[in-house]
């Protein structure tokens, strides 16, 4: 069930509820009223009838004076008057007066209540004329109840009609940008994040819609994202690929070219027991071989830098400095890094903030210096720092494949990142920090012993 009409059954229940008290209340109040109109009319009427008794001896028409006695009540609303004779027989009555709307049978029925009548012996000299009974008759009475029930009933009607109208068109009016968020929740779904909400109508739903509007934000600048990550990793992939390619061509290729050559040319020269010149040959070939082996060695280390750093932070900074070396020899390197092991999840992460701030210097950059370090600080973190003088990248960059899966490596491990100008006004210095949780705790740990110990 839709939210508008829900809430309308809900009101509309309450109201029922409401009319169901009210309808209780109506008919305790009815019985109340009838009972004591009831009762004032039969004492009312027995005082009249009394009155009319004291002097009926005195008439010279006694069963006459009785008849008048009866219909002196005809169109009462609420005492019926009647003669009896001595035998029971009914001599004369008064006609009630009708009422103006007649109660249904089943409201007289609830309203009844205990019937009221009076019967009043005459002097002992009349006693052959019979008696007089007087009889409340509730009829007009809960006729009255009936036409109050009804106005009540039209009013209530009415005021409920009006009200469920109104909290309808407020419902509607105040549910509409709901619908709104409910439409843009679908685009949202079908991946469509420019959906927005307009922010306006009760501040509740606001907090919902700048919410909305917010999570719509930051999807959209993630898909952004997403895309340009995707463009850039497929750039970088192919410049990868592209260097591999080059070093393989022109490192390995050539080698392998002269070992062909090497071993083609030595069933000739067994031929002719040239044997001075196989062992040449095969020497060639070996350090051909061993040649191909350390550049092979290189690649794989670029590729899979794991190995190395089993061995150590240092052992792996080398390794990337000796292969950034043999191929941009116009570049001096400094490094500055701590001789000490570091949990390997930390090391990986450096090894990897290095590897990639380098690779970016050089590419962009053009530098003529780059320096690297990786030291301990009293904060108990891991301080990395690449730096270059060349042109760099722009300093508040937020672009890029690399800096981008820097900064995620580095938000990982509760650090973080900060890209700034060298102090020389010229190049970029990329400066993480990692947080050592292990000596963290240990250094906590002794600080609390020697608390203790004070």
């Known amino acids: 069930m839709p939210l508008r009409r829900r809430l309308l059954v809900l009101v509309a229940l309450v109201l029922g509820a409401c009319l169901l008290v009210g309808g209780a209340l109506t008919y305790w109040a009815g019985l109340r009223k009838i009972e004591l109109e009831m009762s004032s009319a039969i004492a009312v009427g027995s005082s009249a009838v009394m009155d009319a008794l004291s002097t009926i001896q005195e008439s010279s028409d006694p069963e006459a004076q009785l008849t008048r006695i009866v219909r002196a009540f005809d169109g009462d609303r609420h005492l019926v008057a009647r003669l009896v004779g001595p035998n029971g027989a009914l001599k004369s009555a008064s006609r009630l007066k009708a009422p103006v709307d007649p109660p249904p049978a089943w409201l007289y029925e609830l309203l009844e209540g205990k019937i009221h009548t009076q019967t009043f012996t005459l002097p002992d000299t009349l006693k052959n004329l019979g008696s007089i009974t007087l009889e409340a008759d509730p009829h007009n009475e809960v006729g009255e109840v009936w036409e109050d029930l009804q106005l009540k009933f039209i009013i209530i009607s009415g005021f409920c009609g009006l009200v469920l109208a109104l909290i309808y068109a407020s419902l509607g009016r105040a549910l509409k940008p709901l619908d709104d968020l409910s439409a843009a929740l679908k685009r949202v779904g079908e991946g469509d994040y420019s959906a927005h909400v307009a922010e306006q109508g009760p501040e509740d739903l606001n907090l919902i819609y700048r919410a909305f509007n ?45 070992v062909d050559v090497d071993a083609q040319s030595i069933p000739l020269m067994l031929a002719r027991n040239a044997t001075d010149d196989v062992n040449s040959r095969a020497g060639a070939i070996r350090q051909s071989v061993q040649h191909m082996q350390v550049h092979l060695r290189g690649i794989l280390s670029r590729l899979r830098p794991a190995m190395l750093i089993d061995q150590g932070l240092t052992h792996a900074i080398e390794h990337l400095v000796a292969f950034w070396r043999t191929r941009r020899p116009a570049i001096v390197f400094e490094t500055d890094i701590e001789d000490a092991r570091f949990p390997a999840h930390i090391e990986e992460a450096a090894f990897r903030i290095m590897q990639e701030g380098t690779s ?47 900064r995620e490596r580095v938000a990982a491990l509760d650090g973080t990142l900060e890209i700034t100008t060298s102090k020389e006004e010229k190049g970029v210095m990329l400066i993480a920090r990692i947080p050592l949780p292990a000596e963290r705790r240990a250094k906590t740990s002794d600080n609390k012993q020697a608390t203790s110990a004070a």
């Open 214 to 258: 917010r999570m719509a934000d930051q999807l959209r600048t993630a898909e952004e994202q997403n895309q340009r990550l995707n463009e850039q990793l497929s750039t970088v992939q192919e410049e990868e690929r592209s260097e591999i390619a080059r070093d393989l061509h022109d490192e390995i290729g050539p080698f392998l070219f002269a």
């Open 360 to 406: 970016n210097a050089i590419r962009h950059g053009k530098p003529s210096k780059i320096g690297l370090s990786a030291n301990r600080t009293p904060e108990a973190a891991l301080r990395i720092v690449v730096s270059d003088d060349g042109a760099g990248i722009a300093a508040s960059t937020k672009r890029g494949f690399g800096l981008v899966g820097m």
